[in-house]
């Protein structure tokens, strides 16, 4: 069983910054993957980053070089710093931890970039 707690989050003016961060609990060893998705209102859920166990590291489109995921092992937390931020970066954001073929995600939190 993994568990997996978010923070971070909120309301920012475009352009602006924010962060979020993951903190996961439980069997944690079977992890390979962190990251974030995001989900806006009427549309599917997407990739916002990934991050392996080795510091392999995937982004979205959309915020390539605008955010940043790191992830600190000793920890078991994974962070995600995002820069110049966008009205359409607005959504739930869901942590993500894959183990094999079997996904966990967080609760969510909200994420709202105004113009």
């Known amino acids: 069983q993994v568990e997996l707690v978010e923070s971070g989050g909120g309301l920012v003016q475009a352009g602006g910054s924010l962060s979020v961060s993951c903190a996961a609990s439980g069997s944690i060893f079977s992890i390979k993957f962190m990251g974030w998705y995001r989900q806006a209102p009427g549309k599917q859920r997407e990739l916002v980053a990934t991050i392996g166990s080795g510091g392999s590291t995937l982004y979205g489109d959309s915020v390539k070089g605008r955010f940043t995921i790191s992830r600190d092992n000793a920890k078991n937390t994974v962070h995600l710093q995002m820069n110049n931020l966008k009205p359409e970066d607005t959504g739930a954001y869901y942590c993500?931890?894959?183990?094999?073929?079997?996904?966990?995600w967080g609760q969510g939190t909200q994420v709202t970039v105004s113009s």
């Open positions: 993500n931890a894959r183990m094999g073929l079997t996904d966990i």
